[in-house]
């Protein structure tokens, strides 16, 4: 039974084959322009949040009992990896991570029991405790975002006019939420004075009663009739601020009015929780996130069209200002890798035309498009979106798919000067080089494997880089075979004359070239041993001299600032500094916005984004400058006011992070049941940081104590005037911070009335002990009376890490030298450090190491199937054990190249690098396979041995020599990301290395190998 031959089949069915092509290149264009579109590929953040409130304790109650029961009960998961959480006084805050290898399919199930679990046990939190309340939404990124600035606006005012905005937003088909950022709850203050009620005689509970009972919502009756059912409303509740003026109250057989005895004004939440402001403005934001699926470009300019409209609708004085984005950062970023791509396209285009002239150039040519839509098509199909990973991978992989091209016109070619017809050249392709250009396909499609099945957030990530490159590869072999031929045979002309075979590689250089093949197969045991040493040297110098990474920073032009406060420090305080900062940066002509979040940091406008928590002594700006070039400039100049004019502010100034987000690149965790152990080990490594050269804004995430106001009550005294401890601190927290009594129900917003002292009163720290409080039978007495005040430190924050009180020690890297090395260096240090710890004492590391060794622990998992499936596909072609082993062990030859252009270009070794050099392997045992595979074909026709070497590699030369020149080549335009770079210039540098040991190395170690000798007659 004949073989089937797919080049034949092609040409004896030429009309299919055009409709074929025809069909399948307006598929790709249809699919191009339907792909979704985006800056970063989707991942899922196996994060939630868990905040539980319990007002009025102190850090440590809130420690030992609410946080620690809390994470106890976590334990039963199994699937979480981590709990990292902070305890303030009344507050715990959990960031409950699940672990990497988790199915994002399986995330939302497991979120169920964990609420679940929380929520079965919440009945045994101490009375009082508020909670839990979760957030799984952690990773909602908002695309867009839009701040409003109102000159003469109240806030509220300012609130409805942008609420009135947020309804037509929701409105858009792409629109999943649109949400208000740093909205300020409005408050009704009443306030009053300790002394006018003392003079008066007043119970103060009976303001509290009187304003509780005046605005309840209680049925008032229904009469039933025989004909209807009518309901009795009576008035009174509050439906105005005069109304609340005017609430009676009663004391001592007199009436008052409440406005009598106290100032009840509007406004907002004082102090403040978190506010925004923008260019130096108070500013309300609305952040906006698209649906799952969504068309970015759409929303984007259904935005534009809404914005442009509301404008002329909104008040005069009201403006609206774009913070971010993310459609147009998309049409840039898809701009530029486009135009990268067609880069790529050009070269490789150039290559093919300069080394197998006009028309073998042309058949390659149209080959291209032809992949290219395929792969659209595919990908429309599998639905993965044209984003930074998969325009990336389409530009690797433009290298490598006209590999097939290039060997199939080649051998056709070749045999068409040797006088063969059209037909049968075209045919001989597919029986000569098709099932080694399958297996080669394969191998290099394989080596990608591990980044598709590596269970990471980093191989979530760039799962599309295995996904775009595989498809590309198998399709462009499926072109090779079945495209090209048919338009080779349409193109290329044939020779009216046969030569000889020797004669086409009678030119002087193939007879160099077989004269330095010859020396290396009379010296192999040189060539092999001098390969073998520069490995060595290769991998030795590999560990000392090429910096190590996670993932690159982004080449997006924003700058996050970020201010800490020492612990303890007012909203007041944390705003004021941001405001003189804002003063410092304002006329910077490189410089577009700055937006400021004081008391939280920005909401996630940026998937890979570390998104900052909530807390008083926190401000985080968004500095947008010009461009990524003058950006360095920015952020040199706010480093500098950092270190002059801000000697009470922890400022850190960073670029934003490509993949998972990981914070400070250089932490180390001290962890250990008692604090004051944890905090002394935790400076040990504070002191070891410092004096680490490269190393800056050492700190760590614990801060000072602050200060604390203890009232030691006198209990007999207490007792004896009625006055209990609970009612003595409601009395207290209605004095100085204020207390709600009622809500104000103003159309479907409910708005506390909260009691308070006047403004006075509540900003006398030192008066404390004159604040009256009242007993049992409604007299006053100064609290100094029952009690003695001092002043006592405590914990402001305690964070946690996996169930014990841990402290980061953290730092940033200086411009040029990278968190991993610094982590590197100093961990034996801090290992032999806590050698010497009490018992129950850990110090772990963190930062961009431990998130690059979780990849790489993930990838290395599944790099054994990878190796299975490398070797099944070599033991198929070339069916031999020894055979095998020789192309596998070309494999890691690449390094000696890519250790090399590493160094010289100063690129350093990512995550993404190391994918590529895995990658890298492929590409080498690809050519390996097809050499050796000739080789073992020419002796299986009676070819002798030392011949079949030469004349092998001889004629394999230029294919060989012509893919691995378009792979390097197309790589050209991507050493200019910041993100692809390193990757870029790795699989160059080791691909023009390897390819050369190829041809040279390969040869003399199969002379070795097999004992091959040179005939006598040759000698």
Not at 274 to 286: D, E, F, I, V, W
Not at 357 to 374: C, D, E, T
């Amino acid at each position: 039974m004949k073989k089937l031959n797919l080049s034949e089949w092609s040409l004896k069915h030429q009309a299919l084959v055009v409709y074929l092509m025809v069909m399948l290149m307006a598929g790709g264009v249809f699919a191009y322009l339907k792909l979704g579109q985006k800056e970063d590929p989707d991942f899922t953040f196996k994060a939630m949040l868990v905040r539980v409130n319990w007002p009025g304790a102190t850090t440590l109650e809130m420690e030992r009992q609410v946080t620690d029961p809390v994470e106890k009960k976590l334990q039963e998961m199994s699937e979480i990896d981590s709990v990292r959480s902070y305890t303030k006084p009344g507050e715990t805050v959990m960031v409950i991570a699940l672990r990497e290898n988790v199915p994002p399919k399986k995330v939302e199930g497991l979120w169920y029991q964990l609420r679940k679990k929380l929520g079965d046990m919440s009945h045994t939190l101490p009375a009082g405790v508020q909670g839990p309340f979760f957030n799984d939404e952690f990773g909602e990124t908002y695309g867009n975002m839009f701040a409003f600035t109102g000159d003469g606006f109240s806030s509220e005012e300012l609130r409805r006019e942008v609420d009135r905005v947020r309804e037509e937003v929701l409105r858009l088909p792409d629109v999943a939420r649109a949400d208000l950022v740093g909205e300020q709850e409005p408050r009704v203050y009443v306030d009053v004075s300790t002394a006018r009620l003392a003079g008066l005689g007043l119970d103060s509970r009976l303001i509290w009663n009187s304003l509780a009972s005046q605005n309840a919502v209680t049925p008032a009756g229904t009469f039933e009739t025989g004909t209807d059912r009518i309901r009795v409303r009576p008035s009174g509740a509050f439906n105005s601020l005069d109304a609340i003026r005017a609430t009676p109250i009663a004391a001592n057989g007199n009436t008052f009015r409440l406005s009598d005895i106290a100032r009840i004004d509007r406004g907002v939440v004082d102090p403040a929780e978190s506010t925004m402001r923008y260019n130096g403005k108070p500013a309300l934001g609305l952040a906006i996130s698209m649906v799952n699926g969504g068309d970015v470009m759409r929303l984007g300019r259904d935005l534009d069209a809404l914005m442009a409209t509301l404008k002329k609708n909104l008040p005069v004085g009201i403006e609206v200002h774009a913070i971010s984005d993310q459609p147009k950062v998309v049409e840039h970023s898809i701009s530029e890798f486009m135009h990268s791509l067609a880069e790529a396209v050009v070269i490789v285009l150039a290559v093919s035309f300069f080394s197998l002239g006009w028309r073998p150039g042309v058949v390659v040519a149209l080959s291209i498009p032809l992949v290219l839509a395929m792969t659209f098509l595919a990908m429309y199909l599998f639905g993965i979106d044209l984003q930074r990973i998969s325009l990336g991978s389409l530009i690797i992989a433009l290298g490598l798919l006209v590999d097939d091209a290039i060997i199939a016109v080649e051998m056709m070619q070749l045999k068409l000067e040797q006088g063969w017809t059209r037909f049968k050249a075209a045919t001989f392709a597919y029986t000569s080089t098709a099932f080694p250009m399958l297996t080669g396909t394969l191998i290099t499609a394989a080596t990608f494997l591990p980044v598709g099945i590596a269970k990471s957030d980093a191989g979530e990530y760039v799962f599309s880089l295995f996904a775009v490159v595989g498809i590309a590869l198998i399709l462009s072999w499926v072109v090779a075979v079945v495209f090209t031929p048919y338009l080779g045979y349409r193109l290329l002309p044939e020779h009216q004359v046969a030569h000889a075979d020797h004669d086409v590689y009678a030119k002087p250089f193939y007879i160099r070239f077989r004269s330095v093949l010859e020396w290396c197969l009379d010296h192999r045991k040189t060539v092999i041993a001098l390969t073998l040493i520069a490995f060595i040297v290769s991998l030795g110098a590999f560990r000392l001299f090429v910096q190590q990474q996670f993932f690159p920073s982004s080449n997006r032009p924003e700058l996050m600032v970020d201010l800490w406060l020492p612990q303890g420090a007012s909203h007041d305080a944390t705003e004021r500094e941001t405001r003189r900062l804002e003063a410092k940066l304002a006329g910077n002509k490189h410089i577009v916005s700055i937006t400021s979040y004081v008391g939280n940091g920005s909401p996630r406008y940026y998937l890979p984004l570390d998104q900052q928590q909530q807390h008083m002594n926190y401000a985080q700006l968004m500095v947008m400058t010009r461009d990524e070039h003058v950006r360095e400039d920015v952020k040199k100049t706010i480093e500098t006011l950092f270190e002059t004019d801000f000697p009470m502010v922890r400022g850190r100034v960073t670029r934003l992070e490509n993949g998972p987000p990981v914070g400070y690149p250089v932490q180390f965790r001290v962890s250990g049941p008692d604090h004051a152990t944890v905090r002394g080990i935790a400076t040990r490594v504070e002191n070891m940081m410092r004096a680490t050269p490269g190393l800056k804004h050492v700190d760590n995430n614990w801060g000072e104590e602050v200060k604390a106001l203890h009232v030691d009550i006198d209990q007999d005294k207490a007792r004896a005037l009625g006055i209990g401890n609970q009612d003595l601190s409601r009395q207290l927290q209605m004095l100085i911070s204020g207390a709600p009594v009622t809500q104000y129900r103003e159309g479907d917003r409910n708005i506390q009335v909260v009691v308070r002292l006047d403004h006075g009163e509540r900003q006398d720290v030192a008066g404390l002990g004159n604040l009256m409080i009242q007993t049992g039978t409604g007299r006053y007495v100064p609290l100094s009376q029952i009690g003695k005040i001092r002043y006592a430190p405590e914990e402001g924050i305690v964070w946690r890490h996996n169930h014990l009180p841990t402290i980061t020690v953290r730092g940033d890297p200086v411009d040029g030298v990278q968190g991993s090395d610094i982590s590197i260096r100093l961990w034996p240090k801090i290992q032999e450090l806590e050698k010497t710890l009490p018992v129950g004492y850990h110090i772990e590391l963190g930062g961009s190491l431990e998130s690059s060794e979780k990849s790489q622990t993930a990838i290395a998992a599944v790099q054994p199937l990878m190796l299975v499936i490398v070797l099944t596909l070599l033991m198929l072609q070339l069916q031999s054990f020894q055979r095998t082993l020789m192309v596998v062990l070309t494999a890691p030859l690449g390094m000696i190249g890519v250790t090399l252009s590493l160094i010289l270009f100063s690129a350093p070794f990512g995550f993404v690098a190391m994918l590529g050099v895995i990658a890298l392997a492929g590409m080498i045992m690809r050519n390996s396979v097809i050499l050796v595979d000739q080789i073992e074909h020419d002796i299986r026709d009676g070819i002798a041995p030392w011949e079949a070497i030469l004349g092998s590699t001889v004629r394999r030369f230029r294919p060989i020599m012509l893919t691995a020149l378009a792979a390097i080549l197309a790589m050209i335009p991507l050493t200019r990301s910041t993100f692809w770079g390193p990757m870029a210039v790795a699989i160059m540098g080791g691909l023009l290395v390897a390819t050369v040991l190829t041809l040279l190395f390969l040869p003399a170690l199969y002379a070795q190998w097999f004992k091959v000798s040179r005939p006598r007659n040759n000698i």
